[in-house]
Protein backbone atom coordinates (compact mmCIF):
# COMPACT_ATOMS: atom_id res chain seq x y z
CA UNK A 1 0.00 0.00 0.00
CA UNK A 2 1.68 3.21 -1.34
CA UNK A 3 -0.06 6.60 -1.05
CA UNK A 4 1.42 9.72 -3.29
CA UNK A 5 0.14 12.98 -2.42
CA UNK A 6 -1.39 14.81 -5.51
CA UNK A 7 -2.13 18.24 -3.89
CA UNK A 8 -1.33 19.67 -0.28
CA UNK A 9 -2.65 22.81 -0.19
CA UNK A 10 -5.97 24.23 1.05
CA UNK A 11 -8.75 26.28 -0.99
CA UNK A 12 -6.49 27.40 -3.71
CA UNK A 13 -3.65 25.79 -5.08
CA UNK A 14 -0.24 27.83 -4.98
CA UNK A 15 3.18 27.30 -7.54
CA UNK A 16 4.33 24.69 -5.23
CA UNK A 17 1.54 22.94 -4.09
CA UNK A 18 -1.91 21.77 -6.02
CA UNK A 19 -5.18 21.01 -4.01
CA UNK A 20 -6.08 17.92 -2.58
CA UNK A 21 -6.04 14.59 -3.47
CA UNK A 22 -4.07 11.85 -2.57
CA UNK A 23 -3.51 8.68 -4.69
CA UNK A 24 -3.21 4.75 -2.97
CA UNK A 25 -1.40 2.30 -5.01
CA UNK A 26 -2.05 -1.02 -4.45
CA UNK A 27 0.36 -2.40 -6.51
CA UNK A 28 -0.16 -6.38 -6.18
CA UNK A 29 -3.73 -5.45 -8.01
CA UNK A 30 -2.60 -2.93 -10.44
CA UNK A 31 -5.18 -0.29 -9.18
CA UNK A 32 -5.08 3.11 -7.76
CA UNK A 33 -7.96 4.69 -5.48
CA UNK A 34 -7.97 8.49 -5.15
CA UNK A 35 -8.63 10.08 -2.31
CA UNK A 36 -10.45 13.27 -3.28
CA UNK A 37 -10.49 15.08 -6.61
CA UNK A 38 -9.11 18.39 -6.56
CA UNK A 39 -9.32 20.31 -9.72
CA UNK A 40 -5.84 19.49 -11.35
CA UNK A 41 -5.03 16.06 -10.20
CA UNK A 42 -5.57 14.53 -13.55
CA UNK A 43 -2.16 16.97 -14.35
CA UNK A 44 -0.72 15.96 -11.03
CA UNK A 45 -0.71 12.00 -12.20
CA UNK A 46 0.69 12.70 -15.37
CA UNK A 47 3.48 14.31 -13.95
CA UNK A 48 3.70 11.51 -11.28
CA UNK A 49 4.86 7.43 -12.13
CA UNK A 50 1.02 6.70 -11.51
CA UNK A 51 -0.57 5.51 -14.26
CA UNK A 52 -4.03 7.05 -15.08
CA UNK A 53 -5.35 3.89 -16.64
CA UNK A 54 -5.00 2.06 -13.02
CA UNK A 55 -7.71 4.43 -11.33
CA UNK A 56 -10.72 2.73 -10.38
CA UNK A 57 -11.96 4.01 -6.85
CA UNK A 58 -12.53 7.55 -5.71
CA UNK A 59 -13.44 8.38 -2.56
CA UNK A 60 -15.10 12.31 -1.77
CA UNK A 61 -14.75 14.02 1.49
CA UNK A 62 -17.28 16.57 0.78
CA UNK A 63 -18.57 19.13 -1.55
CA UNK A 64 -16.18 21.84 -1.87
CA UNK A 65 -14.72 22.54 -5.00
CA UNK A 66 -10.98 21.84 -3.51
CA UNK A 67 -11.78 18.87 -3.81
CA UNK A 68 -14.14 17.69 -6.04
CA UNK A 69 -13.41 20.07 -9.27
CA UNK A 70 -11.38 18.10 -10.80
CA UNK A 71 -13.49 15.26 -11.09
CA UNK A 72 -14.97 15.71 -14.89
CA UNK A 73 -12.04 16.10 -16.12
CA UNK A 74 -9.92 13.05 -14.49
CA UNK A 75 -13.27 10.94 -15.74
CA UNK A 76 -13.17 12.46 -19.33
CA UNK A 77 -9.12 11.72 -19.65
CA UNK A 78 -9.75 7.91 -18.13
CA UNK A 79 -12.03 7.32 -21.20
CA UNK A 80 -9.83 8.92 -23.49
CA UNK A 81 -6.97 7.01 -22.02
CA UNK A 82 -8.88 3.50 -23.32
CA UNK A 83 -9.64 3.13 -18.99
CA UNK A 84 -12.60 0.24 -20.19
CA UNK A 85 -12.97 -0.72 -16.48
CA UNK A 86 -15.79 0.99 -14.17
CA UNK A 87 -14.76 3.45 -11.81
CA UNK A 88 -16.45 3.81 -8.33
CA UNK A 89 -17.12 7.31 -6.85
CA UNK A 90 -17.99 7.27 -3.30
CA UNK A 91 -19.60 10.31 -1.54
CA UNK A 92 -21.76 12.22 0.42
CA UNK A 93 -25.34 13.16 -1.20
CA UNK A 94 -25.17 15.52 -4.05
CA UNK A 95 -22.41 14.05 -5.70
CA UNK A 96 -23.83 12.20 -8.35
CA UNK A 97 -26.18 15.01 -9.50
CA UNK A 98 -23.40 17.35 -9.86
CA UNK A 99 -21.73 14.71 -11.76
CA UNK A 100 -24.91 14.14 -14.10
CA UNK A 101 -25.01 18.11 -14.30
CA UNK A 102 -21.39 18.19 -15.19
CA UNK A 103 -22.11 15.73 -17.69
CA UNK A 104 -25.03 17.24 -19.47
CA UNK A 105 -24.28 20.52 -19.59
CA UNK A 106 -20.90 19.68 -21.21
CA UNK A 107 -21.97 17.13 -23.49
CA UNK A 108 -19.47 14.82 -21.65
CA UNK A 109 -20.24 10.76 -22.62
CA UNK A 110 -18.16 8.03 -20.54
CA UNK A 111 -16.66 5.02 -22.96
CA UNK A 112 -16.77 2.88 -19.36
CA UNK A 113 -19.24 2.64 -16.55
CA UNK A 114 -19.31 4.85 -14.02
CA UNK A 115 -21.26 3.70 -10.48
CA UNK A 116 -21.44 6.71 -7.89
CA UNK A 117 -22.07 5.38 -4.13
CA UNK A 118 -23.87 7.87 -1.59
CA UNK A 119 -22.33 6.88 2.01
CA UNK A 120 -23.17 6.97 4.79
CA UNK A 121 -21.30 6.42 7.95
CA UNK A 122 -19.82 2.57 7.85
CA UNK A 123 -19.02 0.45 6.13
CA UNK A 124 -18.67 1.56 2.28
CA UNK A 125 -16.05 -1.03 0.40
CA UNK A 126 -15.36 -4.77 1.07
CA UNK A 127 -13.69 -7.41 -1.08
CA UNK A 128 -11.43 -10.20 0.07
CA UNK A 129 -8.87 -7.68 1.07
CA UNK A 130 -10.08 -4.32 2.17
CA UNK A 131 -12.55 -3.19 3.79
CA UNK A 132 -13.27 1.00 3.60
CA UNK A 133 -14.83 2.58 6.41
CA UNK A 134 -16.46 6.10 6.80
CA UNK A 135 -17.55 8.77 9.53
CA UNK A 136 -18.76 11.82 9.74
CA UNK A 137 -16.20 14.75 10.62
CA UNK A 138 -16.88 18.51 11.73
CA UNK A 139 -16.99 21.22 8.76
CA UNK A 140 -19.60 23.24 7.04
CA UNK A 141 -20.99 20.97 4.88
CA UNK A 142 -21.51 16.90 5.37
CA UNK A 143 -17.87 16.00 5.19
CA UNK A 144 -16.74 12.26 5.96
CA UNK A 145 -12.92 10.98 6.66
CA UNK A 146 -12.18 7.33 5.43
CA UNK A 147 -10.41 4.58 6.78
CA UNK A 148 -8.75 2.25 4.28
CA UNK A 149 -8.30 -1.17 5.95
CA UNK A 150 -6.23 -4.26 4.76
CA UNK A 151 -7.08 -7.74 5.89
CA UNK A 152 -4.91 -9.47 7.57
CA UNK A 153 -3.00 -12.30 5.62
CA UNK A 154 -2.22 -16.11 6.70
CA UNK A 155 1.41 -16.58 7.01
CA UNK A 156 4.24 -18.03 4.60
CA UNK A 157 3.07 -21.38 3.49
CA UNK A 158 5.48 -24.18 4.30
CA UNK A 159 5.71 -26.10 1.19
CA UNK A 160 8.83 -28.17 2.33
CA UNK A 161 6.93 -29.29 5.58
CA UNK A 162 3.85 -29.88 3.33
CA UNK A 163 6.06 -32.04 0.87
CA UNK A 164 7.64 -33.94 4.18
CA UNK A 165 4.35 -34.65 5.40
CA UNK A 166 3.32 -36.49 1.93
CA UNK A 167 0.34 -34.48 1.47
CA UNK A 168 -0.31 -34.04 -2.68
CA UNK A 169 0.22 -30.66 -4.37
CA UNK A 170 -2.89 -29.43 -5.58
CA UNK A 171 -6.37 -27.96 -4.45
CA UNK A 172 -5.42 -28.96 -0.97
CA UNK A 173 -2.86 -26.38 -0.54
CA UNK A 174 -5.27 -23.75 -1.42
CA UNK A 175 -7.19 -24.58 1.29
CA UNK A 176 -3.90 -25.21 3.92
CA UNK A 177 -2.57 -21.83 2.59
CA UNK A 178 -6.19 -20.31 4.02
CA UNK A 179 -5.51 -22.03 7.40
CA UNK A 180 -8.31 -24.41 6.85
CA UNK A 181 -8.33 -28.01 8.53
CA UNK A 182 -8.28 -30.87 5.61
CA UNK A 183 -8.42 -34.24 5.71
CA UNK A 184 -6.06 -36.48 3.27
CA UNK A 185 -6.84 -39.43 1.73
CA UNK A 186 -5.31 -41.35 4.10
CA UNK A 187 -7.13 -39.98 7.08
CA UNK A 188 -5.11 -37.82 8.51
CA UNK A 189 -6.27 -34.44 9.61
CA UNK A 190 -3.67 -31.93 8.84
CA UNK A 191 -4.45 -28.01 10.33
CA UNK A 192 -3.39 -25.63 7.52
CA UNK A 193 -2.15 -23.10 10.18
CA UNK A 194 0.68 -25.12 11.02
CA UNK A 195 2.09 -24.95 8.09
CA UNK A 196 1.82 -21.26 8.28
CA UNK A 197 4.21 -18.63 9.69
CA UNK A 198 2.86 -15.57 12.34
CA UNK A 199 -0.42 -14.03 10.20
CA UNK A 200 0.17 -10.93 8.06
CA UNK A 201 -1.28 -8.56 10.15
CA UNK A 202 -3.07 -6.02 7.53
CA UNK A 203 -2.51 -2.25 7.32
CA UNK A 204 -4.59 1.03 8.03
CA UNK A 205 -4.41 4.46 6.38
CA UNK A 206 -7.11 7.34 7.53
CA UNK A 207 -7.59 10.71 5.87
CA UNK A 208 -9.32 13.38 7.64
CA UNK A 209 -9.99 16.47 5.75
CA UNK A 210 -11.96 19.42 5.80
CA UNK A 211 -12.48 18.80 9.58
CA UNK A 212 -11.87 20.53 13.44
CA UNK A 213 -10.87 18.00 15.64
CA UNK A 214 -13.47 15.68 16.71
CA UNK A 215 -14.13 12.12 18.08
CA UNK A 216 -15.11 10.86 14.79
CA UNK A 217 -12.09 11.50 13.84
CA UNK A 218 -10.28 9.94 16.81
CA UNK A 219 -12.59 7.03 16.55
CA UNK A 220 -11.83 6.19 13.13
CA UNK A 221 -8.03 6.47 13.21
CA UNK A 222 -7.39 3.87 16.17
CA UNK A 223 -4.27 1.88 15.55
CA UNK A 224 -3.67 3.47 11.94
CA UNK A 225 -0.22 2.86 10.72
CA UNK A 226 -0.97 6.23 8.54
CA UNK A 227 -2.83 9.19 9.57
CA UNK A 228 -3.32 11.58 6.63
CA UNK A 229 -4.89 14.58 8.82
CA UNK A 230 -5.52 17.93 7.53
CA UNK A 231 -3.61 21.01 8.98
CA UNK A 232 -4.91 23.86 7.66
CA UNK A 233 -4.07 26.45 10.33
CA UNK A 234 -0.96 27.32 12.67
CA UNK A 235 -1.35 26.83 16.79
CA UNK A 236 -1.54 30.71 17.05
CA UNK A 237 -4.74 30.53 14.62
CA UNK A 238 -6.68 28.21 16.77
CA UNK A 239 -9.60 30.80 16.95
CA UNK A 240 -9.55 31.01 13.18
CA UNK A 241 -9.82 27.46 12.76
CA UNK A 242 -12.75 26.78 15.51
CA UNK A 243 -14.72 29.48 13.43
CA UNK A 244 -14.36 28.15 9.80
CA UNK A 245 -14.17 23.96 11.00
CA UNK A 246 -10.47 23.55 10.41
CA UNK A 247 -7.90 21.61 12.06
CA UNK A 248 -4.50 23.09 13.47
CA UNK A 249 -1.14 21.15 13.32
CA UNK A 250 -1.84 20.46 17.06
CA UNK A 251 -5.20 19.49 16.77
CA UNK A 252 -4.19 17.39 14.14
CA UNK A 253 -1.57 15.63 16.50
CA UNK A 254 -3.35 15.33 18.90
CA UNK A 255 -6.08 13.36 17.31
CA UNK A 256 -2.88 10.85 16.30
CA UNK A 257 -2.13 10.69 19.89
CA UNK A 258 -5.49 9.82 21.26
CA UNK A 259 -5.84 7.42 18.49
CA UNK A 260 -2.41 5.86 19.10
CA UNK A 261 -1.32 6.23 15.42
CA UNK A 262 1.89 4.89 14.18
CA UNK A 263 2.84 7.57 12.07
CA UNK A 264 1.04 11.53 10.90
CA UNK A 265 0.86 12.91 7.66
CA UNK A 266 0.01 16.90 7.82
CA UNK A 267 -1.20 18.43 4.88
CA UNK A 268 -4.12 20.96 3.31
CA UNK A 269 -1.81 23.93 4.49
CA UNK A 270 -3.14 27.18 4.15
CA UNK A 271 -1.22 29.60 1.80
CA UNK A 272 -0.47 32.03 4.60
CA UNK A 273 2.09 30.22 5.47
CA UNK A 274 4.08 30.45 2.25
CA UNK A 275 7.73 31.10 2.06
CA UNK A 276 7.98 34.91 3.34
CA UNK A 277 5.66 34.75 5.96
CA UNK A 278 5.91 35.16 9.43
CA UNK A 279 4.76 31.94 10.40
CA UNK A 280 6.65 29.28 8.44
CA UNK A 281 4.90 25.68 7.67
CA UNK A 282 8.03 24.36 9.56
CA UNK A 283 6.81 26.37 12.47
CA UNK A 284 3.58 23.84 11.98
CA UNK A 285 5.55 20.97 12.04
CA UNK A 286 7.61 21.85 14.93
CA UNK A 287 3.95 22.19 16.93
CA UNK A 288 3.00 19.00 16.04
CA UNK A 289 5.69 17.00 16.63
CA UNK A 290 5.67 18.83 20.31
CA UNK A 291 2.69 16.68 20.92
CA UNK A 292 3.37 14.06 18.51
CA UNK A 293 6.59 13.01 17.43
CA UNK A 294 5.99 10.69 14.04
CA UNK A 295 4.68 13.58 12.02
CA UNK A 296 5.66 14.89 8.94
CA UNK A 297 4.76 17.68 6.54
CA UNK A 298 3.11 16.58 3.11
CA UNK A 299 3.96 17.95 -0.25
CA UNK A 300 3.23 17.13 -3.63
CA UNK A 301 4.58 14.17 -4.89
CA UNK A 302 5.93 12.70 -1.83
CA UNK A 303 5.64 9.09 -1.52
CA UNK A 304 5.16 6.62 1.39
CA UNK A 305 5.01 2.89 1.24
CA UNK A 306 3.25 1.70 3.80
CA UNK A 307 5.10 -0.65 5.81
CA UNK A 308 3.80 -3.83 6.81
CA UNK A 309 3.13 -4.71 10.70
CA UNK A 310 6.01 -6.98 12.30
Same mark, same amino acid.
Given at each position: MQITFLGTSSGVPTRSRNVSSVAVRLAQRAEIWLLDCGEGTQHQVL???LKISQIRRIFVTHMH???IFGLM???ASCGLAGNASQIDIYGPAGLEGYL???RRYSQTHFSY????HTIQPGLVFSDEEYDVYCTHLEHRVTAFGYRIQEKDRPGR /???DKATALGIPFGPLYGQLKRGETVTLADGRSINGAELCGETQMGRALVYCTDTVYCDGAVHLSQGADVLIHESTYAHQDATMARERLHSTSTMAAQVALTASVKHLFLT???PRYAPGSTVQLDDLLKEARAIFPKTEL??? /??????????
Amino acid at each position: MQITFLGTSSGVPTRSRNVSSVAVRLAQRAEIWLLDCGEGTQHQVLRSDLKISQIRRIFVTHMHGDHIFGLMGLLASCGLAGNASQIDIYGPAGLEGYLQACRRYSQTHFSYPIRVHTIQPGLVFSDEEYDVYCTHLEHRVTAFGYRIQEKDRPGR /FDVDKATALGIPFGPLYGQLKRGETVTLADGRSINGAELCGETQMGRALVYCTDTVYCDGAVHLSQGADVLIHESTYAHQDATMARERLHSTSTMAAQVALTASVKHLFLTHFSPRYAPGSTVQLDDLLKEARAIFPKTELAHD /FLTYEIPRQT
